[in-house]
T-cell receptor
């Protein structure tokens, strides 16, 4: 019940395309859902986060869509660029403050 | 901003020695810091939660006598890998909490020979 399932494991997108990464959770106590971007050899960097009281949040080219009833949320990267090539992790937390991470998605954006 | 630093960024040590890794929140105070371990092409694995002024809480399966954590101030937590062995070689990452958000350090790569 503590798991966050992330898909796909890897994704190849052409430059200018839309990258979509999906996550699903079971624990209804989760109330905070961040997405992190990680480049090789670096620590994860916060991209965007959402709470379950909204269905969508947009920051620049990054959008989170949240479906509370389905217990699913997704990251959309619009106009994907080669510089977006990285590993993306979804995560969820409750009032414990601990983050439960998804398995990660390796995104490659081809020029 | 919310900047977290780690030192050193990489370290090579001999088997049996101890290694200390520092994690600092540079522009905010963090009551809680977290330590993670990450293997190649895998997700982050939480090792322990560190609260300022109290003992760390370790996740199941993590040896607290091997991975000593000290959270001496609101901006500094340290992880000491004691009597390191080759199987301890990994990428160690800390994070610091600012409200509900965790901000991560750049990581420390440890290689034990």
């Amino acid at each position: 019940q503590q798991q966050v399932k992330q898909s796909p494991q890897s994704l190849i997108v052409q430059k200018g395309g839309i990258s979509i990464i999906n996550c699903a959770y079971e624990n209804t106590a989760f109330d905070y859902f961040p997405w992190y971007q990680q480049f090789p050899g670096k620590g994860p960097a916060l991209l965007i986060a959402i709470r379950p009281d909204v269905s969508e949040k947009k920051e620049g080219r990054f959008t989170i869509s949240f479906n509370k009833s389905a217990k699913q949320f997704s990251l959309h990267i619009m106009d994907s660029q080669p510089g977006d090539s990285a590993t993306y992790f979804c995560a969820a937390s409750s009032n414990t403050g601990k983050l439960i991470f998804g398995q990660g998605t390796t995104l490659q954006v081809k020029p | 901003g919310a900047v977290v630093s780690q030192h050193p960024s990489w370290v090579i040590c001999k088997s049996g020695t101890s290694v200390k890794i520092e994690c600092r929140s540079l522009d905010f105070q963090a009551t809680t810091m977290f330590w993670y371990r990450q293997f190649p092409k895998q997700s982050l694995m939480l090792m322990a939660t560190s609260n300022e002024g109290s003992k760390a809480t370790y996740e199941q399966g993590v040896e607290k006598d091997k991975f000593l954590i000290n959270h001496a101030s609101l901006t500094l937590s340290t992880l000491t890998v004691t009597s390191a062995h080759p199987e301890d070689s990994s990428f160690y990452i800390c994070s610091a909490s600012k409200r509900e958000t965790q901000y991560f350090g750049p990581g420390t790569r440890l290689l034990v020979l």
